[in-house]
């Protein structure tokens, strides 16, 4: 990786550079000029030389391990240019620091740093001729003809960063079959006669464990009261697994404040009686399922299926429910390979030149299904040529030559080194995260533009650069997504295992990062960035001086104290992501760090921020949503790099949670560079400063008045290139000023809060008719009515329409040809809607419609028949008549009393009603039904079976009353992470 390493470096370079016409533009003591001009000079040195040698590297660093010669210079290269690196981030250190003090100090600081600039200098000299000589070196011992062999082996990547994102299809399950009758069978076969039973499906890394039982697990649960998927980490606690069971069955529990005890006790009240499927996925130890076994009442119906690498975990299946997967036979793997090596082609024809490599590519997968996907879409972003794809098997040809890394991680290994250079260091950060960790992409991208990994492209801003390397790495199968939004991009994503072991084994030999879980033995050993995940860091306080540029935290509780000592001794750290811990207080070393570009506070308990906070030149990423912080502090206004300000306060009210803007301070013009700016409150001076913002992606105000009119106005039009719009009116009667407002046409997503003026909605909606971007619409407490609803129908591209608390009126039609491309419909809160209308043709691409608290509701949409496409359909909280005619009308038997079961607890029983179909929703059939009262002040819950009809569909019953607040807020919270 040390092609990644130089790449990022000659960033680095050219910043100092930049500086050198600032720095000779101020007056400066003459000795300090000249050790300046000195230390410029090796700068400019080194750069010129790194360029070469990076271009070398991209070569040369892949076959690192076929050739000790050329392993011996790329590590030598790669510790002089950490060194380097060392030396430029020291420089941009002292040359903040000489900026902060008095006068007096100041000068005396200029004297100082004048000797300081001579020993940079000499050192990088030092460095430079180290380059010269290891270059010299090179070409005296370099084998002639290694790299000519396989020149063009990391030729031209055809694909985009931009295709269609690859995971799990229904169609690229091949060899499965027989098993998945199998694991079928042993979970649902006899659900009635066996009260408890263990499957096991056993495997080596990569051989499909988890896809087999995946499969399976979408078959069956919907024959179970309650399912629960729980990956279960190597290094795991007792009671952070019982945790996640909890929460994974829907047991809606406090760990913080919980006891073991209790938890233990939650659980087994909750499961006692009910069918249920439980899936432990990935367990190392035998004695995972020993401690927690005794948790689970023996008075149900249970279904435990536990995948495993290990033998002895297989041991723990019951008769007959033990699967050993074993590589796929040769015609399921050709098949395999197949569909993936040529997704992207049109005719999918195999041409008959490739025939051979593709057997010689398959001698290498073993039949290991994620060898074969990895080594299949690898080539599925190659040209169909001979050349190309002989280039990709020397590749693996060569690494197989010396068997450093054995089986799956040969194929893993070369999809890693095709990758270009700023790929490289993106795939490595995302190992620091915890195992099965479910990474968001906007963090991920924050993370790695602070890192200086992306660089900005023409016509691309460094966001849609570093979003097209994130799915270059899903595209590849070294990421697998786990959640989409609705517009098809990749919102959360995680690493395999078998990929993250690679990746992390990589990172503490390249010392590109390391992880510490707790280890009283860890060394440091230059490696540049730390991901701590044990809240013991003791051994890390006491490591003394580091050479960290990023420290990431992954544990709720941290020493606050030891935390300093380590701050005090990594003083060139430009990434201190804190995010989910529960400090109160930043230790003041945090504002020594000059070099800090990311601040990460999201959801922890900061109430203050201090003013020394503007000491942090360069700060690009400030977040702290989530957080007790009312006001931010005037000097936030001299962060002038900053790109993204995020932070919204937490209000306590009762037993409510609710999040709300913060005031910030005058002079917040000056940061001109924001890309996002959320969730300030709305004042005349803010607003009037926010208009200077005018590169705003992003723009979240709360608490406006009709007294900001003007200002609000004023501002979003000269924001011409903004994408999310959030406004918040100060109080439910407060009319939004909309008529004078001016949408940028690059909107595409705007969040209203507040009244609308129903009698100007028409020329409201005319002034709209250019935001052709405008796929997404939320309106909250709008107080629509029948005619100024229709006027949205001009709204022709929107994807997603939410109303919630927006519409007052009593029928809702949905007039023909209306919404064409519409996929999501919520109207929540219409507490007179008893009609709802659609008219052949309207809302002819709807996939998802919800009703929610609309107690007047007591029928059915009239013209539901025609949304063919409708595959979901919730209603909740609706008029028990309407309930009654679904019972009715869908043939549903419902035991006797069992829609009047209370809890025994709190004798709730209000109730959601939920109905999925993947058929037209006109031609239901009922094949099954589940009864599910789930109360709120107690966390009992009450499973019955239902007798229906059906064939896709499914009906649900669960309380929801306080709960639905809380849901609420944290969509709310959601919203705001744009």
């Known amino acids: 990786m040390a092609e990644a390493v130089v790449g990022v470096l000659i960033g680095k370079l050219s910043a100092a550079l930049a500086k050198e016409a600032v720095t000779y533009g101020t007056s400066l003591l003459g ?92 050192k990088l000299r030092t460095i430079n001729a180290e380059l010269e000589d290891a270059a010299r070196k090179r070409e005296r011992y370099a084998m002639p003809g290694v790299l000519e062999r396989y020149a063009g082996g990391s030729g031209h990547h055809a694909g985009s960063a931009n295709q269609t994102l690859s995971f799990a299809r229904e169609e690229d399950l091949v060899g499965i079959e027989d098993n998945v009758v199998k694991l079928t069978q042993c979970l649902v076969g006899d659900l009635e006669g066996r009260s408890n039973k263990i499957a096991t499906v056993l495997g080596m890394g990569g051989v499909g464990k988890t896809t087999l039982v995946d499969h399976v697990y979408k078959i069956v649960k919907a024959d179970f009261d309650t399912a629960a998927w729980v990956t279960v980490s190597k290094s795991y606690q007792v009671e952070d697994l019982l945790t996640k069971i909890a929460r994974e069955f829907g047991v809606s529990i406090d760990a913080r404040n919980m006891e073991i005890r209790s938890l233990v006790e939650v659980i087994r009240i909750y499961l006692e009686g009910k069918r249920y499927i439980l899936i432990l996925d990935d367990v190392w130890e035998k004695d995972v399922w020993i401690n927690i076994m005794d948790v689970f009442p023996s008075n149900g119906i249970s279904r435990i299926v536990l995948t495993s690498r290990k033998h002895e975990v297989a041991s723990l299946a019951t008769s007959d429910c033990e699967i050993k997967l074993e590589p796929l036979r040769e015609d399921h793997s050709w098949d395999l390979f197949c569909k993936l090596a040529f ?163 990589r990172a503490e030999k390249e010392c590109f990062g390391k992880v510490y ?151 917040i013009r000056n940061l001109t560079r924001l890309h996002a700016l959320q969730n300030v409150k709305a004042s005349l001076e803010t607003l009037c400063d926010v208009a200077a913002l005018t590169e705003l992606r992003t723009f979240a105000v709360c608490d406006v008045s009709p007294e900001h009119s003007l200002n609000l106005c004023s501002a979003i039009l000269n924001m011409s290139h903004l994408v999310h719009l959030s406004i918040t009116a100060s109080n439910e009667n407060n009319v939004l000023p909309m008529e004078a407002l001016r949408l940028p046409k690059t909107l595409s997503i705007v969040e209203l809060e507040g009244q609308l003026e129903k009698k100007r909605m028409t020329q409201i909606l005319s002034s709209w008719s250019h935001l052709h971007n405008l796929t997404r619409l939320s309106l909250i407490s709008s107080k629509l009515d029948e005619e100024s609803f229709s006027c949205f129908t001009v709204l022709h591209n929107l994807c997603f329409l939410d109303l919630s608390k927006a519409y007052d009126g009593k029928k809702l039609e949905f007039c023909a040809l209306s919404f064409p491309r519409v996929r999501q419909l919520r109207v929540c809160d219409a507490p007179q809607l008893n009609q709802v209308k659609i008219e052949e043709g309207a809302l002819e691409n709807l996939v998802e419609l919800v009703f929610s608290d609309c107690p007047e509701l007591n029928s059915l949409p009239d013209g539901i028949e025609y949304l063919t496409t409708l595959e979901e359909l919730r209603l909740l909280d609706i008029a028990e008549e309407l309930i009654e005619k679904l019972r009715k009308e869908w043939g549903c038997y419902y035991p006797s009393g069992a829609s009047q079961t209370l809890c025994s607890y709190c004798k709730g029983r209000e109730a959601e009603l939920y109905c999925k179909t993947v058929a037209n929703v006109s031609d239901l059939e009922m094949l099954f039904g589940r009864l599910w009262s789930h109360c709120q002040e107690c966390q009992g819950s009450l499973h019955q079976d239902l007798l229906c009809t059906s064939r896709d569909c499914a009906i649900f019953y669960r309380r929801r009353k306080a709960q639905k607040d809380m849901a609420e807020a944290r969509l709310q919270l959601d919203r705001w992470d744009f």
């Open 31 to 122: 000795k300090k000029a000249s050790a300046l001009k000195d230390l410029f000079g090796e700068i400019r040195k080194a750069e010129a030389e790194l360029e070469i040698m990076k271009a070398y590297l991209r070569d040369s660093e892949k076959y690192k391990d076929a050739n000790e010669t050329t392993d011996i210079f790329v590590r030598r290269i790669r510790d002089l240019a950490f060194r380097i690196e060392d030396v430029v981030d020291e420089f941009t250190y002292r040359l903040e620091d000489c900026k902060h003090g008095g006068f007096a100090a100041k000068i005396k600081k200029r004297i100082k740093h004048a000797m300081i600039w001579r020993r940079l200098a000499l």
């Open 517 to 667: 879980e707790g280890s009283r033995t860890f060394s440091v050993d230059g490696t540049r960035r730390l991901s701590i995940q044990s809240s013991n860091i003791e051994p890390l306080s006491q490591s003394g001086a580091t050479n960290f540029r990023a420290i990431h935290v992954f544990t709720s509780y941290i020493d606050t104290d030891l935390l300093r000592s380590i701050l005090a001794s990594s003083n060139l750290l430009s990434t201190l992501d804190l995010q989910g811990t529960q400090l109160k207080m930043l230790p003041d070393e945090v504002f020594s760090l000059f070099n800090l570009q990311f601040l990460g506070l999201r959801n922890t308990g900061i109430k203050i921020l201090p003013e020394e906070v503007g000491r942090l030149q360069n700060l690009v990423v400030l977040d702290a949503l989530g957080t007790c912080l009312l006001y931010l502090p005037k000097n936030v206004a001299k962060l002038k790099k900053l790109r993204f300000l995020y932070a919204c306060a937490v209000l306590i009210e009762g037993n409510l949670r609710r999040y709300d803007g913060v005031k910030v301070p005058r002079g």
């Open 343 to 505: 997704r992207n082609s049109v005719d999918k024809r195999f041409p008959s030149e490739l025939q051979y490599l593709a057997v010689k590519f398959l001698q290498k997968c073993e039949g290991l299904p994620i060898a074969i996907a990895c080594i299949g879409r690898l080539l599925s972003c190659k040209p169909t040529t001979y050349s190309a794809w002989k280039n990709v098997y020397a590749d693996l040809e060569l690494q197989s030559s010396k068997n450093v890394i054995p089986g799956v991680d040969v194929i893993l290994k070369v999809s890693l080194d095709d990758l270009p250079f700023e790929l490289k260091n993106c795939f490595l950060h995302c190992a620091i995260f915890p195992e099965d960790y479910e990474m968001k992409r906007r963090r991920l991208i924050r993370h790695w533009i602070t890192a200086g990994f992306i660089k900005e492209k023409e016509n691309q801003t460094m966001e849609e650069v570093a979003e097209g390397c994130l799915n270059e790495l899903v595209n590849r199968s070294l990421l697998q997504v786990v959640k989409k939004n609705g517009f098809g991009r990749v919102k959360c994503c995680r690493m395999h295992d078998t990929v993250r072991h690679l990746a992390l084994d």
